[in-house]
């Protein structure tokens, strides 16, 4: 993947993420960017997220870990969008 690719992954998984979590949940409102959500539950969304990398690390799963590394990157960066 070149870093342009990249970059367009985590835009579009940002993308995806405002979407499904535009709403009022049991964790606040919004995804890990908005204000609404506690840092406590953004540190889990990336935790889990990670826990996911892993598992397709050892199942050695080259197209499930880019989308897990994508994934965790968006989260990384929407919690960086909320400082």
Same mark, same amino acid.
């Given at each position: ?6 970059f ?21 409102? *919004? !995804?890990?960017?908005? =204000? #609404?959500?506690s840092?406590?539950?953004?540190? @889990? &969304? ?13 199942? *050695? !799963?080259?197209?499930? =870990? #880019? ?6 990157? @968006? &989260? ?8």
């Amino acid at each position: 993947m070149t870093r342009d690719h990249i970059f367009r992954a985590i835009r579009a998984e940002r993308k995806r993420q405002r979407a499904q979590w535009n709403k009022t949940h049991r964790f606040g409102f *919004g !995804d890990c960017s908005s =204000l #609404r959500v506690s840092n406590a539950t953004k540190s @889990a &969304v990336l935790a889990e997220e990670s826990g996911e990398v892993c598992r397709a690390v050892l199942e *050695g !799963d080259t197209t499930q =870990l #880019r989308k897990e590394l994508v994934q965790v990157a @968006a &989260v990384a960066v929407a919690w960086l969008e909320a400082l």
